[in-house]
């Protein structure tokens, strides 16, 4: 690397910078949605579904409130409720395993594989393979989490599903265009959730979320449970919940998603200069994410591993760089998961990357002056 470079104050996430610069178009497709005031699943809403099922390559895509809502809706479509169980990972958001619960589902939580974070398709093996065929009949559901914009291992994923008769959902919330052995997440599964929150790739003004499937009952079905369980208007035969995703939203998303691939490329120009400026440091403990051969990676997040890592934290916020911890406490290890039973040290893997990982900017205004500045003070933390 060359010597250091005078810039401002580092971002984890600069929406600012991204919104101003298209800030014109955004300004005119408000003003269409409040010319025409449709603002409950008007034709924003539509154009965006078509846009996102073409995009993952799905025949469908059902728009609702929020990423969480995508869960709890998928789950819903699949009659989970009371006395079921759903396989997933503990290392992801909470809504992952709290739409589980939420139903009254018990959330069943295994490791993960070190390297990528994600559902380790052989603990999901050995946990079904140990279970009685009367137990394997209440689990309802596989949801692994392509967590940090790279998808989970899903060919043996879908393979021990399908062994046991199990459908997968895909939690994609941070993963839209990653794509796994040549196919994009929202298709690798019964369903896929995404999340429109405003810190994902396609990030809209507020929360906001997406349902893909390729399966027109569940399509249906989906439809129907997004407006209170309704069809026609006022007529109710199953209960359902309120989760439109807004016009305006949809409206924004329109407008971002003529971005995406931009930015997503530009996130990954950003990783591997991560890479480079990180191979030429060499810094000790510091464990690099990994990209599978298999795996078009998106980066979400660029999240690295650090010894002493809340102290290193510390030091790159005085020294000006924003990073974030995702997640310091895995779900097993929450307290409204307590009941579980899950002991301390049960989820290796999972408590591991809770206690050293540490997510750096990456985000797409950022360039690879800025990227060299965050190692470089990274450096400087590591030393402190």
Known sequence: MNGPKEVKAIQLLDLRAQTAAIRGELDAAIGRV???????LGPEVKELEQKIAAYCGSKFAIGCASGSDAILLALMALDIG???KVLTSPYTFFATGGSVARLGAEPVYLDIDPETYNLDPEALRKYLHSLPADEVRSVKAI???HLFGQTADMNPINAIAAEFGIPVIEDAAQAIGAR???RSAGVLGAAACFSFFPSKNLGGFGDGGMITTDDPALDEKLRILRVHGSKPKYYHKVIGVNSRLDTLQAAILLVKFGYLEGWTNQRRANAQAYREFLGQAAYEGVVLPIERSDCYHVY?????????????????????????????????EQVCFAQLGYAKGSLPHSEAAAAESLSLPIDPVL???????VVERLGTALRA
């Open 34 to 40: 409040l010319d025409h005031c449709q603002f409950i």
């Open 180 to 182: 796994y052995d040549g």
């Open 82 to 84: 009371p006395g079921d």
């Open 367 to 373: 360039g690879r002056a800025e990227v060299e500045v």
């Open 300 to 332: 979400n997040q660029f999240t690295i591993r650090v010894p002493n890592r809340d102290a290193v934290r510390r030091k790159l916020s005085d020294l000006g760089v924003s990073t974030e911890i995702y997640y310091p406490v895995p779900l097993h």
């Open 143 to 145: 949801m692994p989490v």
